[in-house]
């Protein structure tokens, strides 16, 4: 009996701490999958990417000077012209190349945004394919949009890449949207860059340069997403907007097209972020290729150029007076209607991508306020620029495409 006892009572002490520690197990799997069912609902609520992540930099040290503080103001609101679309006129080729996509959500997000800012936009997707089937791919198209590159195998991305290098060479646009996986974009070989960041309601600032990216927007503007500025040492690379001193819009020249950078998120439409990426497709279109070529090819110091620097960012606005031009591209006939607030001495001309007048519309007059509708001249086919001159200052500079007749 003694000996029996000895055993009797470490047994239902093992018995008994047995089924207490498979209780507390018990309990912890429970916490555990009820914390992961709620991290995936979380993960799945989440409107973006980076949404919701601290806003800090990644990647360097040098980044604590993009972090995204209280200096970051929040949109207050969008000029109309931000919120329509950039030309609807237009329909340029696009492949979407989404085999590196962060998913299939956001690449359609990006996807819609182009199609609602610019309705005849011609939109087809590649997700995964041999080299010889992205070739096939790209056949009759004029841009190609990376959307959020994240991830993929790095040698299908490299040779990726070459094929889209020589598609670039041979006038092709490609246009990268913002990510912090920077090491996926240097897998592309298109851009030489070093480093990558993110940070939350940047703002952005413009560099003074001029380029099609930035038609419509201003020259200093806050967003509510994140931005993916770069340290950038491509040598051929032109910034055109920036995140503290780093690049965060800006393109490079490539054989007969170009490679372009919009280092913004885009899984919310916000009017300036949305515009520039309309902005960007439209770049591939035909006319506005050869007018990019025409503006990069134009001092920077010159009166016209600075003028239209000034459209480009700002939409140079002016209180006295409403424009439009419409249809434009036109083909036939095309008009110019102002609705002026004021009486004002009025100046009206037209000129051509080299700044040579194309065509006086009014010579000046004092003009009484109401509606006016002026016929555009009969140009031959290519890119004028409409200079309204309100009492002998420049106020109003608005691009219009003249297309051959059907």
Not at 57 to 66: I, T
Not at 253 to 273: A, F, K, N, R, W
Not at 302 to 310: F, P
């Amino acid at each position: 009996m003694p000996f029996g006892r000895y055993f009797a009572v470490p047994f239902k002490k093992d018995v008994i701490l047995h089924v207490l520690n498979l209780h507390r197990m018990l309990r912890l799997v429970v916490i555990a999958a009820i914390a992961v069912v709620f991290v995936g609902a979380e993960a799945f609520y989440l409107p973006g990417p980076l949404h919701d992540y601290h806003p800090i930099p990644v990647n360097h040290a040098q980044g604590d000077r993009l972090h995204a503080g209280s200096e970051y103001l929040p949109a207050a609101g969008y000029p109309f012209d931000a919120r329509t679309p950039a030309d609807t006129s237009l329909s340029p080729q696009v492949l979407m190349l989404n085999y590196s996509a962060y998913d299939s959500a956001y690449a359609n997000k990006v996807r819609r945004i182009i199609q609602g800012r610019l309705p005849r936009a011609v939109c087809s997707d590649f997700w995964d394919g041999t080299d010889a089937e992205l070739q096939q791919a790209l056949t009759g198209k004029q841009v190609v949009v990376v959307a959020y590159p994240y991830g993929g195998q790095a040698p299908r991305i490299r040779a990726f890449g070459k094929i889209l290098e020589q598609f670039t060479r041979q006038g092709g646009i490609v246009v990268f949207t913002g990510t912090h996986y920077y090491n996926v974009l240097q897998q592309f070989g298109l851009l030489d860059l070093q480093k990558g960041y993110f940070c939350k309601e940047p703002h952005i600032k413009g560099s003074g340069e001029s380029h099609l990216l930035l038609d419509g927007t201003p020259k200093e503007f806050s967003l509510h997403n994140y931005a993916y500025p770069l340290d950038i040492r491509d040598p051929g690379f032109i910034s055109l907007a920036d995140v503290k001193g780093y690049p965060v819009l800006g393109y490079k020249p490539l054989g007969e097209g170009q490679v372009l950078y919009i280092g913004l998120e885009y899984y919310y439409d916000e009017g300036y972020s949305s515009r520039i990426l309309a902005n960007a497709v439209l770049c591939g279109a035909p006319e506005f290729a050869a007018f990019a070529a025409a503006l990069d090819s134009q001092p920077v110091v010159s009166e016209w150029n600075s003028a239209v620097r000034e459209t480009l960012y700002a939409g140079a606005g002016t209180p006295t007076a409403d424009l439009k031009i419409y249809p434009n591209p036109y083909a036939d006939k095309g008009f110019l209607e102002i609705d002026l607030k004021a009486p004002t001495r009025l100046y009206i001309n037209m000129t051509d991508v080299n700044g040579g007048q194309a065509a006086v519309l009014l010579p000046q007059r004092a003009l009484q306020q109401g509606f006016y509708r002026f016929e555009l001249p009969d140009v031959k086919p290519g890119i004028y620029f409409v200079q309204c001159y309100f009492d002998e200052q420049l106020r109003e500079v608005r691009k219009v495409v003249k297309v051959d007749a059907p």
